[in-house]
């Protein structure tokens, strides 16, 4: 077995409303991120894996930029709070936002799913994991990472996710006129001529194996499934489209990039029995936790 990663108890996070830096233990770190990226009504065994997944992140992190230097976007610490690393809430900030209640209840948890895989990591043939992405839900399958992003990235496969039934936006109607699908595009893609857009010059080109559209046609131009998303704001690029005379509908399947762990899918999964190693394992193929 290789070395595990050994790494300082505590660590600097940039805070990007005030814009400074604070000194934080990595254990409280993790909880402060595992209540920003997960609801604390989510089961136990669900919130471990998201807090393992959050701490893999961070080390990560810490280490690449010990090589290449502070990200840009914040060039005081390897780690923000925000959506751009992960969000990451003090307890002070969680009473502010939740309640004395919640802090009791949910904070409680959330610190002991922290505290019970406390400096746990994952690997992946000896490395420490450098993308532990995750999303909300897949709508059934989660994607290859070259599918949604540029490489191809060992631990994150296609798998089925079966248990997202309870999954929010897992099924979600979106309709446009074709003025406003057109203006949409136009607005997103200036340079484009889409041509005049209507019930026959739009069809779904390709798939990828998670079921996110791949290319679609529309109109003169060829587009890929998230240019779409991104222009009309969509769920997911899991999508159908139904069209008339009148315009377009479409039907987004899950939330979300759809690469990595799905959060209602390893819920579904702790309520089925399985523990965060199996969760966490199913998602990230082929990981070691330790
Ligand atoms: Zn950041």
């Known amino acids: 077995m290789p070395e595990k990663v050994e790494y300082d108890q505590m660590i600097t996070v940039f805070r990007t409303e005030s814009g400074q830096t604070e000194r934080v233990s990595l254990e409280d770190y993790v909880a402060g991120v595992v209540a920003g990226e997960m609801p604390s009504s989510f089961e136990m065994e669900a919130l471990k894996a998201q807090a393992v997944a959050a701490r893999t992140y961070a080390i990560s992190k810490i280490q690449r930029s010990g090589d290449s230097g502070f990200p840009k976007e914040h060039p005081m610490a390897a780690l ?15 009473l502010e936002l939740k309640s004395e209640e919640w802090m009791e209840s949910g904070w409680a948890k959330i610190k002991e799913a922290a505290e019970e895989t406390r400096g746990q990591l994952m690997y992946y043939q000896g490395s420490l994991v450098e993308q532990p992405l995750f999303h909300s839900s897949s709508g059934g399958k989660t994607e290859n990472s070259e599918d949604v992003f540029v490489a191809a990235v060992p631990y994150l496969r296609s798998v089925d996710s079966p248990y997202e039934q309870e999954a929010t936006h897992q099924s979600e109607k979106t309709f446009f006129t074709w ?26 080109i390709s798939r990828s194996q998670g079921g996110r ?29 139904e069209r008339n005379s009148s315009g377009i509908e479409f039907t987004t399947m899950g939330y979300g990039h759809g690469v990595g762990m799905s959060q209602w899918g390893a819920n579904g999964m702790a309520e089925n029995g399985s523990d965060y190693r199996e969760i966490l394992t199913h998602y990230y193929s082929g990981v070691e936790i330790y």
Not at 214 to 219: F, L, P, T
């Open 80 to 94: 923000c709070d925000s959506t751009h690393c992960q969000v990451y809430r003090t307890p002070k900030e969680l």
């Open 179 to 204: 003025g406003e699908f057109q203006k949409k595009l136009k607005s997103a893609y200036p340079k484009s001529n889409f041509g005049t857009l209507n019930a026959n010059s739009i069809k779904i």
């Open 213 to 241: 559209v791949e290319k679609i046609q529309v109109g003169n131009e060829v587009l890929e499934g998230r240019n779409i998303r991104d222009a009309c704001n969509l769920y997911s690029a899991n999508f159908n489209i």
